[in-house]
Structure formats: structure tokens, C-alpha cells
């Protein structure tokens, strides 16, 4: 049975965050893969770039491994040949099945971004309802909050995963679930993400308030205007946003 928690918000904003490349760098582990398995001529390799790259396929992916379309690990490899490839360094099959093993080993050794846990914890401390909207499959996803040691600052309840709700950003109806469960409203909820497409644009959509967190400064994308922006945690705790 589902469980629906009320929280009671009174007038405090609910403040829910992203997981990947958000709450910790998904580079570190992505460029210690690589770096193990290919041994990559690293002056001719800009990391950042490539994992944008990795990213943007992993997202036009997602929406065929959600319809069934692809199994997961046919996305995840399929996502380093595509990106790879556009990047100039094509990879064999069995070269990105190993960089992507490596990847994902390591992601459950992760530490949080300097200053995440401190700001966690003043929300929190201040009575906020603080909550995770993610996408990725539920075991995975948990285990880096494991990893992380989210899991021992917020409750079961306030974490939602897209493979165990049955939603997917930049789908608003993501967000709204979120705010039926937990009795909030979108006027009075704020999101945090890195993403444009699925952070931005999906909270934007469902009336939310966003936070976009982009330390490696990307151009912003059309139509769409953020309630904030920052670079590192100690600009958003500069926000006025209690």
C-alpha cells in the first residue's frame, strides 16, 4: 500500500533536490572509469565535456527504457558509445560494458558537493519539509544516498525515485505526485537541479519554484526562467529563501 504523508508546511517552503550532479559530482566517478579502463591520452580529453555529452544522450535514451523499448544496461552502454563517438574516441561494446561496471562501482563510494550537508541540515533543522526527486532505478538510486548518508537525514517518505513512482522528469506529473503525497503545494514548493530539461523545465511546468544549480557554467536554455541561480552551496545559502 502507498503511503501518503502530510507534513505539515504551515507557510515554510518545501525544499526537495535532485540527486546526480546535484547533491554529489557524477564526474568523479565517470573520469576514475575512464581513466581505469582506457588509460585516455589526457591532454587531449576535456572530462567535463565528454560527461556532458554522456548526459545528453543518457537523457534522449531515458524515454525508451522507460517504454520498455531498452533494458537498462543496453541504455547505460549504449548511452558511452553514442557519447564516445560524437567525442571522437568511438569505444567497442565491450570497452564501454567496462567502463560503465567501473562507473557504477564507484558511485557507491561518493561524498556529497562541499557545503550539501550543511544546508540539508539548516532546512531541516528550520522545520522545512526537505525531500529527493530523482530519476534512475530504485536500487541504484538508494544506494548512493546510502553512499552519501541521505538516507540518515530524510525519511523513506520524502524520497521519490522514478522507477518506484512510475514517473520521470521533465514530466510535471512527477512533481505534482510529490506534492499529493506529502500534502504540500506546488506554490509553496521549491526544487534544486542541475538539468535544465529535466530539472528546470519539469519544475517550472508543474509550478514550482527552481533552484538551478550550475557550477560549470552552461548556457541556459529558452522560454524558461529560474527562480535562482548558483554556482556552489555557498551562494545558495546566501538565497532568500527563508
Known sequence: MVRRVYVKTSNKLAVFFDLDDTLYDHLVPFREAVREVLAPDEDKLDYAELFYTVRHHSDLLWPKYLSGELELEETRVMR????????????????????????????????????????????????????????GPLDHQMGKLRGLG????????????????????PDPAIFAHVN??????????????????????????????????NPRGREPGPDHTPSYIFTNYKEFSELPLV
Open 180 to 213: 499529493k503525497m506529502t500534502g504540500t503545494t506546488p506554490e509553496n514548493s521549491l526544487y534544486v537541479g542541475d538539468t535544465w530539461a529535466n530539472d528546470v523545465v519539469g519544475a517550472l511546468a508543474a509550478g514550482w519554484k527552481v533552484c538551478w544549480y
Open 80 to 135: 558511452l558509445e553514442l557519447a564516445f563517438e560524437e567525442y571522437g574516441l568511438p569505444l567497442n561494446r565491450e570497452q564501454a560494458a567496462r567502463v560503465q561496471a567501473s562507473y557504477i562501482a564507484r558511485q557507491y563510494t561518493i561524498e556529497m558537493i562541499e557545503g550539501v550537508a550543511e544546508q540539508l541540515q539548516r532546512f531541516i533543522s528550520l522545520g522545512h519539509p526537505v525531500g529527493i526527486i530523482t530519476n
Open 150 to 169: 541521505i538516507d540518515k537525514l530524510i525519511p523513506p517518505e520524502m524520497i521519490f525515485i522514478s522507477d518506484a513512482v512510475g514517473l520521470a522528469k
